[in-house]
T-cell receptor, first 112, second 112 residues
Framework: DTAVSQTPKYLVTQMGNDKSIKCEQN?????MYWYKQDSKKFLKIMFS???????INETVPNRFSPKSPDKAHLNLHINSLELGDSAVYFC???????????FGPGTRLTVT | QKEVEQDPGPLSVPEGAIVSLNCTYS??????FMWYRQYSRKGPELLMY????GNKEDGRFTAQVDKSSKYISLFIRDSQPSDSATYLC????????????FGKGTHLIIQP
């Protein structure tokens, strides 16, 4: 069984569009995250979310918004996509917050 | 100064060699240290997890943490071509939902 899954795996879209990426974890973890990996492979946290708090990296544009319908899901919605949003987006989850993260396979977003 | 420094490589070694990968960091609050392995077009996979200073061994892999020097290492013995991947160090102060701070990753190539 896949522990952390994401859909879609690839997403190609035009500038200005709105898109969503879905994430689900079946590990029973309390905290979920979104990370962005740029072309130089650098992983940077965008959001973390558990039952009680949403922590937003202050460098993330407000065009990005996480939405969590329940503890097992954390979706990422992006408005007005820009060329610079092209990257690989990883969802992750952890039980012991801030420590061992388990990552999904990634969503490769290309904005044209 | 970046919070976590890691040489991006590439580091190319012959099969069977001992590989040494390293990271330095500046935040003395970090106390949880991890190494992730990432194959091309895959999500990061947790390889080693260490709390505070000391050594941890798992098969061919040994992780070392020296908090006094703010320096962590990953050693791979009897390296195999299947070890070819990008290795990312990651660390956390723990608590809250701050996630992990990653190094930029070292691209390792094991030559058959």
């Amino acid at each position: 069984d896949t522990a952390v899954s994401q859909t879609p795996k690839y997403l190609v879209t035009q500038m200005g569009n709105d898109k969503s990426i879905k994430c689900e974890q079946n590990l029973g973890h309390d905290t979920m995250y979104w990370y962005k990996q740029d072309s130089k492979k650098f992983l940077k946290i965008m959001f973390s979310y558990n039952n009680k708090e949403l922590i937003i990296n202050e460098t993330v544009p407000n065009r990005f918004s996480p939405k969590s319908p329940d503890k097992a899901h954390l979706n990422l919605h992006i408005n007005s996509l820009e060329l610079g949003d092209s990257a690989v987006y990883f969802c992750a989850s952890s039980q012991d917050t801030g420590r061992r993260l388990y990552f999904g396979p990634g969503t490769r977003l290309t904005v044209t | 100064q970046k919070e976590v420094e890691q040489d991006p490589g590439p580091l190319s070694v012959p099969e069977g060699a001992i590989v040494s990968l390293n990271c330095t960091y500046s935040n003395s609050a970090f106390q949880y240290f991890m190494w992730y392995r990432q194959y091309s077009r895959k999500g990061p996979e947790l390889l080693m997890y260490t709390y505070s200073s000391g050594n941890k061994e798992d098969g061919r892999f040994t992780a070392q943490v020296d908090k006094s020097s703010k320096y962590i290492s990953l050693f791979i013995r009897d390296s195999q071509p299947s070890d070819s991947a990008t290795y990312l160090c990651a660390m956390s102060a723990g608590g809250g939902a701050d996630g992990l701070t990653f190094g930029k990753g070292t691209h390792l190539i094991i030559q058959p």
